[in-house]
């Protein structure tokens, strides 16, 4: 089965910190997303990574940055964690197009 | 641009009885369509998925979804829903550019008994 871990399930952070959401998968799989997931919106694209290094904005990448050094691993970063950062983050793998998307559990995010 | 649109937002059917949830998504060509679920503080599964062929899709636990593509439509139904269905329900299109997909807002499925 693939797995696909999120480092925290909980997170409450700070505004104006630096904020570190980790994500790896098992598959060995090319691709790599993080989403954000609001009440009503459903999911939005916020960052992708075709391969090592690479990486592609989404639909809301503003405030947000990447880091993939090693194919299993995506890092999401908030440089400066505002209030309206606060909510749930998904990160999920696949090998290519147009194959299944696999999810992480979720980190629900809490900016104070 | 491309969208998927779910018009329910919240619906709730008794156990037992039949399920349809709506979803229409905008695309030119033939789009790669999916239904995730999502369970409270969980991630999303897969439910099914339609690449091309049977226009009839079969997914885990009893799911069916038909792909309609004069009325751009890829509804999900079940016959008879238990209990444990009870969860958030998306429709997603894969992006004519890349991999990445595009989800609608979901469907909140509540199952009375």
């Known amino acids: 089965d693939v797995k696909v871990t999120q480092s925290s399930r909980y997170l409450v952070k700070r505004t104006g910190e630096k904020v570190f959401l980790e994500c790896v998968q098992d598959m060995d799989h090319e691709n790599m997303f993080w989403y954000r997931q609001d009440p009503g919106l459903g999911l939005r694209l916020i960052y992708f990574?075709?391969?090592?290094?690479?990486?592609e904005k989404g639909d809301i990448p503003e405030g947000y940055s990447v880091s993939r050094e090693k194919k299993e691993r995506f890092s999401l970063i908030l440089e400066s964690a505002s209030t309206n950062q606060t909510s749930m983050y998904l990160c999920?793998?696949?090998?290519?197009?147009?194959?299944?998307?696999?999810f992480g559990p979720g980190t629900r995010l809490t900016v104070l | 641009a491309q969208s998927v649109t779910q018009p329910d937002i919240h619906i709730t059917v008794s156990e037992g009885a039949s399920l349809e949830l709506r979803c229409n998504y905008s695309y030119g060509a033939t789009p790669y369509l999916f239904w995730y679920v999502q369970s409270p503080g969980q991630g999303l599964q897969l439910l099914l998925k339609?690449?091309?062929?049977?226009?009839l899709v079969q997914g885990i636990k009893g799911f069916e979804a038909e792909f309609k593509r004069s009325q751009s439509s890829f509804n999900l139904r079940k016959p008879s829903v238990h209990w444990s269905d009870a969860a958030e329900y998306f429709c997603?299109?894969?992006?004519?550019?890349?991999?990445?997909?595009?989800f609608g807002k979901g469907t909140t499925l509540s199952v009375s008994s």
């Open positions: 339609y690449f091309s062929g049977d226009t």
């Open positions: 999920a793998s696949n090998l290519g197009a147009p194959d299944t998307q696999y």
């Open positions: 997603a299109v894969k992006r004519q550019a890349g991999t990445a997909l595009i």
């Open positions: 990574s075709y391969d090592v290094k690479m990486k």
